[in-house]
């Protein structure tokens, strides 16, 4: 078995990729259903519109912050692989 340190917790191909945001997405959905449900039962429907209006901002945002998750995590993958600066006018080579 890897040990959960040595684990590599993004996917590696485009297929990959959409399985894990599409896991992440039912996810989430199921929270914020299950909230929502919670919400109407205990506190009516005023409080429930509010908690509307809370998650669509919160999922707005959300959807926002994606692009810069993906970009940072390509750039990480990138760097830890030794690719990041090897093109160009000037190349950046590792110690010896």
């Known amino acids: ?9 993004t996917p590696r191909t485009p ?3 959409a399985l894990f945001i599409g896991r992440i997405a039912a996810a989430v959905l ?9 919400v109407w039962a205990f506190f009516g429907q ?3 519109m509010a908690y509307l209006a809370v998650a669509v901002f919160a999922l707005i945002a959300a959807g926002c912050g994606t692009y810069a998750a993906v970009f940072f995590l ?7 692989k030794g690719e990041y600066g090897m093109s160009g006018p000037v190349q950046f080579r590792r110690g010896r």
């Open 1 to 9: 078995m890897i040990p959960l340190s040595r684990r590599v917790l």
């Open 15 to 17: 297929g990959g990729w």
């Open 30 to 38: 199921l929270v914020l259903v299950t909230l929502g449900a919670c």
């Open 46 to 48: 005023d409080a429930f």
């Open 74 to 80: 390509a750039h990480r993958t990138k760097v830890r």
